[in-house]
């Protein structure tokens, strides 16, 4: 892991509380508490991903000019 991603990924896991904590509030069942809550850990992953390969790509690109 790259230690410039420290910041992102707590930033991330904050934002992923809150969104926890609202979803919380509005006193849903556990099967669509729990459908809800796999669905924005998907979200987060998928944008860590993202922004991961594009640091890597941006790396790598800049190591061949």
Known sequence: MNPDLV???ITSLAWLVLC???LASFQLGWSK???MTLAWIAI???LFLVTEWFMLARGTASALI
């Open 33 to 35: 508490l729990v459908k």
């Open 7 to 9: 910041l992102p990924i």
């Open 20 to 22: 926890g904590v609202s």
């Open 44 to 46: 987060f992953a998928g």
